[in-house]
Structure formats: structure tokens, C-alpha cells
């Protein structure tokens, strides 16, 4: 982790004002003068101890172009969701639990505290995966239906359509 | 309506099962897991009665800082109700 | 355009209920506490999200108040579910394996004596574990 | 013989309450002769408040407030001192080691945006549902997810007696300011605004405010001293 | 939309049947039960029992909740009659203030009797009532 | 139309808090309960959203609000106790 200088440490500042300025927004729904006033000056205040909670790395890596691949990792993650669910509603449904459990492991190229939980909740919500433990950068998977176990081919199955577009992204 | 009855009548009785659950259950944090539940029921049961304030009460309160006091209490004296089961059992109990 | 809007959220209503359904159908039926995260956690989230949003459409004034929830759903629960997996395995309940031994490598974490039939994990023991 | 004697006590004393409460007809307006009409009333046309409920904790009966505020301040106290142990105990925390990676990740992420929702909460007390207690206990379960998702995390006991202290004093304060200025506790003394607007109710939105906060200090030292004790 | 919720007289005082019962068996897990915890859990179910028997005891038959919101003034003048028809349809506050103080009240007596619990445990090594003596029946 | 899609859909979600409460009662260890538990809060949130809109009232939404960001701290409450950490 690299140290923040003064000015990445007001960048960060601000962008932990925006964002809950932002969720200030989406609680009152509103656009009221008042609302919106408030919701600055309450957001400025709770921003000011718990920005470092925020963001680690200096705020100048952050590109428009990223927001296009947070948008398609909504997509995948979306469809991979809704296939996660008709999976689970196949399993659970059919009288026999076509289940073959078991944990597997792999490893991640994945540097940032963030995008490992990020990517960690993705399998999570993904078909039949859930993820038990990140130890330094090996994740442990609990996979229903174990296909393999060698761990490059796990991440092939597991993590490879998220983790590619989350190395864009951070 | 009677459909409503019908609901309404389900979460009753998932609320008094819910109390004996948790004053019958002899291991206590099965008992205290049975007061969650009882407050999340008795949250439904504040709307469906139109006092939303309440119900926000009991949400804020019975789900987490209830829990965390009862176990904290269990942490530091006995988990078993019966303490000659809980001498028996502690040692794979606490540690892991 | 209101119509075709109204039952797009009757649609995805009716969908979420299934899902909760299916959640909860699930965490019965699976035989140990991961299958039934696995079950309960998906299915939910999926169905609750589904419910929150349709409420959303069908009452286009709602709409932002439910996607902070909907977002809140998709950050808060696989969070949960993982404490639950994480804690349950630590407390030494082994999961249900069909296939043998062999199918659970996070075993290796806690027993390194396993280590010298298959080894291409790194071996760390946590040092909280003997804290 | 016991658990005999107590069923059948129980069972004469729930039959009462069983028939007493059968006379009483259940979605019918019951307090026939109560204040619950001119608080119905009162409340939007004179305090432009929206909520009823906020008016009567906050205003029409605000002394019980302040007492009851003093009872979670007493619960606090009465607890730090019964499971005070001595002077070395200060200081040490019985988390015994942080969670894994994705859970202290997620709570640093989400404990911001629970601290948000608490401040929402109590400035809508007079609005929407919820108000200064709810509000100060989502903030104290703010705290309690990072007290428990970490092992070092601490909160420094003099900001929260500090904070605890500072609202306790302008409520009452504000409480005695309405006294002088009206003739009774906590009576208005500032305009009141529209019905529905943000900044409308005149004092009882600053009110809960400071009931916010000082449920919120109060309740988070409550966990902390709680979460420390460990034999 | 409309939903009349209780038009059947039978199911009215469901409602009471529950918060009684759940009342009584508060009571009895404090009376009986012999662990402290346990004692204390039982008060935490009685405080359940009361409370959810005051919300009902102010419930108004297609009521609303006492708040006068957008929504449900949809752009009314505020006038008088209006506030007063408007509070025709809304069930009882006060009860719903009292609940909302006793809740909160209600947890800080069971942060100081687990507590108290705590040390009657590093006092006396046990928490069975029969051991601890002078304390009950 | 609208009122029958809402019977159904409450149908369905009374039926999975019911599986939920099994397995709340026959679960065999503190986890089990606890994601019966979980799952049950998942739903109630649902569940209280679909009431707010029953009784079309926008504000009941705070409650379920309060109950989706707090939900899951209780879980994780649990989760630290089993886990040894408290």
C-alpha cells in the first residue's frame, strides 16, 4: 500500500463527501432546498473521521473509461446471479439434491483489500459457490457440485469472468 | 380478507412458538437466537398494527444490542443451562 | 407504457416470492449448515431483491429509496453468509463431502500435516489461531 | 409442587386479564375521553409537526423524556460500575482477533453509510418513523460492527462522556430557555414553518437531535464497557 | 387500494390471546426456571408480551399510522376540517409513544440485570438460583 | 389482478418462513439456527416493503431500511460468538 500525500488525502476526503452526499440523496429521495443542504453539511461531518475508511490508493488512477467496466460488471454479475438462482431452484427442487460438495482453493491476481471482498461477495451470489476464507491471496470456495480439483481449472469455472474485469477496474 | 386473517394468525402463532422456544430451550444461545426471532415477528406485527415508530423501535433494538448483551453475558459465565452438562461439554465449546 | 410497466412488476413480484420460497424450501432440505447457506443466501437475496424492486416499478415514486435497499441487500447478506461459513468451519464442523477426504483442501489450513500428500497451496496457519 | 403453584397462579391471573380484556372491543376507539383527539389535532395545525408520535415524546410530554434519557444515562453508569473490576482492566479488549479479510473490508465499507442512516433517522424524527432513540441506537450498532469486526478498534471513552455530557446540557437547557420564556418546560419558542418541510416543528427537531446524540454515547459506552469485560 | 384488515369479529382478539399468553409464559420462564439467564429472558418476553398488548389495545379499524405525511395529505389544504377528518382514520398515539420509551427502557434493564447477572456469576461461581441463596423461593 | 399477484406472492413467502422456522426448530447446531434465522430476516425485509405498499404509505419504508443495514450485524454477532472471537 503506498502512502497518500496531502493532496490524495483531500481527494479522498472528498470523494467519501461525495459518495455519502449521494446516499444522503437516495435515503430522503427528495430534492428539496433544505434536504439538500443538510444532507451536505451532515455528510461533510460524517466524512470528515471516517473518510480513511473509504479508499487506499491515490485517487489520480481513477479514469472515466473505468465507470464503462463497472457497468459491465453489473451486467455479468446480474446474469450471473439470476443463473445462481435457477441453479439453486433445480437443486433444491428435484427429489434426489444432485449435490457433489466440497472446498476448493485458488489463487487471485487481485492486489486491493476491496476488490478481493468485492470479488469474494460475486462468488458468493454465483452459481452454487460460496466463499469461506481469503488467506494473503487463496481464496477457499464452498463449490456444491465439485468438478475439479485443481485450482486452475476451479478459477476458470469459479472466477475468471469476474476477476478479468475487476483487474480492469482496479 | 380472511386471507390476511389467515397470515396474521400464522405470525401469532410463530410468536408464541417463538417465546416457548426460548424459554423451553435449555442450551442459552439457542434461547437468545429464539428472542430474535421474537422480535423480528413482533416488528411485523407493530406494522400490521400501524405504529411504524414502534416497529422501528424493536427493529433497532432486538436485532443486534439485545443479542450482543445476552452474549456477551453467556461469554463470560455459562453457555449450557444445566451446568453439570456445561462443565462437560466446555471445553470443545469455547475455544474454536 | 404504464401498462406494460405495471406488469413488468406483477411479473417480477410473482418471481420474487418464488424465490423467497425457494430460499426458504432450500435451507430445509439441504443436508449441512454450507449447502443451506448456499441455498438460503442465493435465493433470497435474489428474491428480495426482486420484491424491493418490483414495489420500486410499480410505485415509480419509491423507486430510489428501494434501490438503496436493494443495494444494501447485495452488500450485507454474502457478507453475513461468509462469517456464518467462516465461523462454522472454524468451530470444526467438517462439511458434508460426497466424494472423500480429498475434496476439502481448506482443510489444510488447520491441519498442516496433510501437507505432504498435495502440495501446492501455501501452508499459513492464521497467528490469531493461537492466540 | 412449585412449578404447580405458579401455573395455577398464572392461570388466575391470565384469566382475569383474559376478561377484563374481552370488554374492551378491539379496533374500536377505546380512550373515548382522551387527549388522543387534541393531539391528533393540535399536532399539525400548531406544531407543523408531522409525525404524532415525535410530538408527544418530544413536546407535549418532553419532561418524560428528559427522565427517560437520565434512566439509559443511570443504565450506563450502573452497569459500569457493577462489573468494575479494577484499574488494570481499562483498556483491554476481549476481541480476541479480527475477522477475516472480506468482513472487516465489508464493515470499514458499510459502517459510514449505518453512521448515515442513524443522523437520517433522528433529523427525520418529526417527518417520518423513527426519531432520537432509534437513531442513537443505529448509530451505537454502527459502532458495536466495528468494535466487533476488529480487534484494535477502540472509541475513546472521554469523546463519548464529552459528547453524552454536551447534548444532556442543551436539552435541559433548551428545556429551562421555554420555561423562563413560556411558563412551561420545553415550551416553543422559535416559529414553527410548514407542515412537512425539513426544517419545520420549531424546537423539536433540535431536540431529538440532542437526544440523538446522547443516546448514541450512551449505548455505544454501554457495548464498549459490555464488550471489554471478560474473565 | 384498500384493505380492510379485521372485518371478522372472531380473529379480533387474537391479537389479545397472544399478547396474554406470550405474557404468561414470560412470567413463567422468570418464576420457574432456575438459571438467571433464563430469568432474564423470561423478562425480556414479558416486556414482549406488554407492549405488543398496548399497541393493540389503541388500534383503530382501518386506521392509518399518526403521521401526516405527503402521501397521505396528496396536496389537501391544511385546514382545520381537513386535520380533522384526517385524524378520524388514524389509531391512537399515545399508547405507541408510551410503547416506543418502554422498549428503550426496556433494553437498558436488561444491560444492567444481565450485568448484575455477571456478578452474582464471579461472585458465586454458579448461576442456578437454588445455590445462590436468599435471593428466591 | 394486482390483489391476486399479492395473495400469491404472500402465499409464498408465509410458505418459506415456515421452512425458515423448521429449520429454526430442528436445526442440529447454532448455525443452522442462525441461517434459518438469516434467511428469515431476508424475508421479513421483503415482507415489509410489499406491506408498505399494501397500505400504500411511503414512509413504512424506513422500517424495512432499518432492518436491511442492522439485519445482518446481528448475524455477524453470532457468527463472531461461534467463531471464538467474543
Known amino acids: 500500500m503506498e502512502t497518500l500525500s496531502a493532496g490524495g488525502k483531500i481527494a479522498r476526503f472528498f470523494f467519501a463527501w461525495v459518495l455519502l452526499f449521494l446516499i444522503w440523496l437516495m435515503f430522503t429521495s427528495t430534492l428539496a432546498l433544505q434536504e439538500v443542504l443538510t444532507g451536505a453539511g451532515v455528510s461533510f461531518i460524517i466524512a470528515l473521521p471516517t473518510n480513511r475508511f473509504f479508499t487506499e490508493v491515490q485517487l489520480y488512477r481513477f479514469k472515466p473509461l473505468r465507470l464503462f467496466y463497472v457497468i459491465e460488471y453489473l451486467f455479468v454479475f446480474l446474469w450471473a446471479l439470476i443463473v445462481a438462482n435457477l441453479d439453486v431452484a433445480r437443486r433444491v427442487i428435484s427429489p434426489k439434491l444432485p449435490i457433489n460438495p466440497g472446498i476448493v482453493s485458488f489463487k487471485t491476481k487481485l492486489t486491493s483489500d476491496f476488490a478481493k471482498m468485492v470479488l469474494a461477495n460475486s462468488i458468493t451470489l454465483t452459481p452454487g459457490t460460496l466463499s469461506v476464507d481469503i488467506i494473503d491471496d487463496t481464496y477457499y470456495i464452498h463449490w456444491i457440485d465439485v468438478k475439479s480439483l485443481d485450482p486452475e481449472q476451479c478459477k476458470k469455472d469459479i472466477a475468471e469472468q469476474f476477476e478479468k474485469i475487476l483487474l480492469k477496474i482496479f | 380478507m380472511i386471507y390476511y386473517l389467515i397470515l396474521i394468525i400464522f405470525l401469532l402463532l410463530l410468536m408464541i412458538g417463538a417465546a416457548i422456544y426460548s424459554i423451553a430451550q435449555k442450551d442459552l444461545l439457542y434461547a437468545v437466537i429464539g428472542t430474535g426471532l421474537i422480535s423480528l415477528v413482533l416488528s411485523i406485527l407493530f406494522l400490521l398494527l400501524q405504529a411504524p415508530d414502534v416497529a422501528l423501535t424493536e427493529a433497532a433494538i432486538g436485532v443486534a444490542l439485545t443479542t450482543i448483551v445476552f452474549i456477551i453475558t453467556i461469554r463470560n459465565t455459562v453457555r449450557h443451562e444445566d451446568e453439570e452438562k456445561n462443565r462437560r461439554t466446555l471445553p470443545n465449546q469455547t475455544t474454536k | 407504457m404504464n401498462d406494460i410497466l405495471d406488469i413488468f412488476g406483477m411479473i417480477l413480484l410473482l418471481i420474487g416470492g418464488i424465490f423467497l420460497f425457494l430460499g426458504g424450501l432450500g435451507i430445509f432440505r439441504m443436508p449441512d449448515t454450507y449447502n443451506r447457506l448456499q441455498a438460503g443466501t442465493k435465493a433470497t437475496t435474489l428474491g428480495g431483491m426482486s420484491v424491493i424492486l418490483s414495489v420500486g416499478i410499480l410505485e415509480p415514486g419509491w423507486f430510489i429509496k428501494t434501490l438503496v435497499l436493494v443495494i444494501f441487500i447485495a452488500l450485507a447478506n454474502p457478507i453475513s453468509s461468509h462469517a456464518l461459513a467462516h465461523a462454522n468451519y472454524k468451530r470444526g464442523n467438517k462439511p458434508y463431502l460426497k466424494g472423500g477426504p480429498e475434496y476439502d483442501q481448506y482443510r489444510k489450513v488447520f491441519e498442516p500435516e496433510v501437507k505432504e500428500t498435495k502440495d501446492n497451496t501455501t501452508e499459513k496457519v492464521k497467528e490469531e489461531e493461537t492466540a | ?231 | 387500494m384498500d384493505f380492510r384488515l379485521f372485518d371478522l369479529k372472531i380473529v379480533e382478539y387474537s391479537f389479545f390471546i397472544t399478547s396474554v399468553v406470550v405474557i404468561l409464559i414470560g412470567l413463567y420462564g422468570a418464576l420457574v426456571k432456575r438459571s438467571l439467564i433464563k430469568v432474564v429472558i423470561g423478562l425480556s418476553v414479558f416486556d414482549s408480551g406488554v407492549n405488543l398488548l398496548l399497541i393493540s389495545v389503541g388500534y383503530l379499524t382501518s386506521g392509518t399510522a399518526p403521521i401526516y405525511s405527503p402521501g397521505l395529505l396528496k396536496g389537501m389544504p391544511l385546514t382545520l376540517e381537513n386535520i380533522k377528518k384526517l385524524s378520524e382514520g388514524m389509531v391512537d398515539p399515545v399508547p405507541q409513544a408510551l410503547v416506543l420509551t418502554a422498549i428503550v427502557i426496556g433494553f437498558g434493564v436488561t444491560a444492567v440485570a444481565l450485568s448484575l447477572v455477571i456478578r452474582l456469576y464471579r461472585h458465586h461461581k454458579t448461576l442456578n438460583i437454588d445455590e445462590i441463596k436468599n435471593l428466591k423461593w | 389482478m394486482l390483489n391476486i399477484i399479492i395473495y400469491i406472492t404472500l402465499g409464498f413467502m408465509f410458505t418459506g418462513i415456515f421452512f425458515s422456522t423448521l429449520r429454526f426448530i430442528l436445526g442440529p447446531t447454532a448455525a443452522d439456527r442462525t441461517v434459518a434465522l438469516d434467511t428469515l430476516t431476508t424475508i421479513a425485509m421483503a415482507l415489509l416493503v410489499l406491506l408498505s405498499f399494501v397500505y400504500n404509505r411511503f414512509i413504512y419504508i424506513d422500517v424495512a431500511l432499518v432492518y436491511g443495514v442492522l439485519g445482518f450485524i446481528g448475524v455477524l454477532v453470532i457468527a463472531r460468538y461461534l467463531e471464538g472471537a467474543l
Do not use: C
Open chain 4, 1 to 231: 409442587m412449585k412449578k404447580v403453584l405458579v401455573i395455577s397462579l398464572l392461570a388466575v391471573f391470565g384469566g382475569y386479564l383474559l376478561k377484563v380484556l374481552f370488554q374492551i372491543d378491539f379496533g374500536h376507539q377505546f380512550f373515548t375521553n382522551g387527549v388522543k383527539d387534541l393531539y391528533l389535532v393540535a399536532s399539525p395545525e400548531k406544531l407543523k409537526v408531522a409525525n404524532v408520535v415525535t410530538a408527544i415524546v418530544v413536546n407535549f410530554r418532553g419532561f418524560d423524556t428528559l427522565g427517560e434519557v437520565t434512566v439509559l444515562f443511570l443504565a450506563t453508569t450502573a452497569m459500569a460500575s457493577i462489573l468494575y473490576k479494577g484499574r488494570h482492566q481499562l483498556g483491554e479488549r476481549a476481541v480476541l482477533f479480527s475477522g477475516s479479510s472480506i468482513v472487516t473490508t465489508g464493515s470499514k465499507l458499510l459502517f459510514p453509510a449505518i453512521i448515515l442512516l442513524g443522523v437520517y433517522v433522528f433529523i427525520h424524527g418529526h417527518l417520518t418513523p423513527g426519531g432520537g432513540f432509534q437513531g442513537g441506537v443505529i448509530v451505537a450498532t454502527g459502532f458495536l460492527l466495528m468494535l466487533m469486526a476488529y480487534k484494535d478498534y477502540s472509541v475513546s471513552h472521554i469523546v463519548l462522556s464529552v459528547v453524552e455530557s454536551l447534548a444532556g446540557i442543551t436539552f435541559a437547557s433548551l428545556g429551562l430557555v421555554g420555561l423562563i420564556n413560556g411558563g412551561s418546560f420545553l415550551n416553543d419558542f422559535m416559529g414553527n414553518g410548514t407542515l412537512n418541510a425539513l426544517f419545520s416543528g420549531g424546537l423539536i427537531p433540535i431536540i431529538y437531535i440532542t437526544v440523538g446524540f446522547k443516546v448514541g454515547a450512551e449505548l455505544t459506552g454501554l457495548i464498549y464497557t459490555a464488550l471489554n469485560e471478560k474473565d
